[in-house]
């Protein structure tokens, strides 16, 4: 399908080693896209590359702290020299820390809020300003379902993610006009290792999001790669400024009590 394909396309996927960065960078090569991904720790990179490598894709790898503006800015010039444009942006690296508000450390909070907004921003100016430059692009930033909604021992998590949301609508206000489409997925509860610690058997997190979700089940990484190709290519063209929740029907319903 001509709307869908993202061949010739280079992909910048940020923390695309491992989890949703990886099945969503998977949804794009097979979409037609070369891949450039980003991590912060060698043992994981390797893996990753012969990873994609085994399936056949097109990849290369950069090591880097996202939140590094000086160091990113040279990482993505490397990147252009080595092997074109970056044609789609996908800010995905991410952390959590789950603490309660009352004895978090404020350096946790502020690394959080570094890593997971301020680091999509500093890789948003970098390549937007290439994009502009070559014409257009596309940029998807991976919002949370804690852009919509709080819960006990993620305020830093929150803050971040509800405000990646508002950067997606300001960087697609003020980029529109040079052809790029900025928009954001906002991932449900997803079976990944960032989730391993509220999923294990027994943990009555488990039970609650089954509960929570009409889908009735955690999400599959590759439950994202439709929605990735879809914002990354042609068929979103018009597209601005949007958060597509891929969460089972969460942000649908209220929710229901456990014996129904
Ligand atoms: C939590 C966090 C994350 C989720 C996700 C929800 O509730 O602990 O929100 O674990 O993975 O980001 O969209
Ligand atoms: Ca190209």
């Known amino acids: ?66 939140t590094d503006d000086k160091l990113a800015a040279t990482k993505i010039s490397e990147m252009v020299s080595d092997g074109g444009q970056i044609d789609i942006l996908v800010n995905n690296a991410g952390i959590i820390k789950r603490e309660l508000a009352t004895t978090m450390p404020v350096d946790d909070f502020r690394r959080v809020i570094e890593v997971d907004l301020v680091g999509a921003f500093i890789i948003s100016q970098l390549v937007g300003n290439r994009m502009i430059k070559n014409g257009g692009g596309k940029i998807i930033n991976i919002c949370s379902m804690m852009s919509e909604l709080g819960r ?49 058997d027994g943990h009555p997190f488990n039970e609650f999001i089954i509960n929570r979700t009409p889908s009735a089940r955690w999400g599959d990484p590759e439950d994202l790669a439709g929605t990735a190709i879809f914002l990354a290519s042609k068929a979103s063209d018009f597209v601005n400024g949007q958060i597509v929740y891929v969460d089972g029907g969460i942000l649908a319903t209220i929710g229901k009590p456990s014996n129904e």
Do not use: C
Request: avoid cysteine; charge should be positive.
């Open 1 to 66: 399908m001509k709307l869908f394909d993202l061949t010739g396309k280079r992909a910048l996927i940020t923390g695309g080693t491992h989890g949703l960065g990886m099945a969503m960078a998977e949804g794009l090569a097979n979409a037609g896209a070369e891949l450039i991904i980003t991590g912060t720790t060698p043992a994981k990179m390797d893996k990753a590359l012969s990873h994609y490598k085994t399936k056949g894709y097109k990849v290369s790898g950069y090591i880097f702290d996202i």
């Open 152 to 200: 006990n021992s993620v305020s830093a998590y929150a803050a971040a993610k509800g405000g990646l949301k508002m950067l997606t609508r300001s960087l697609a206000t003020e980029w529109a006009k040079h052809n790029i489409q900025v928009n954001g997925i906002g991932p449900g509860y997803f079976a990944t290792s960032q989730t391993e610690p509220i999923r294990v």
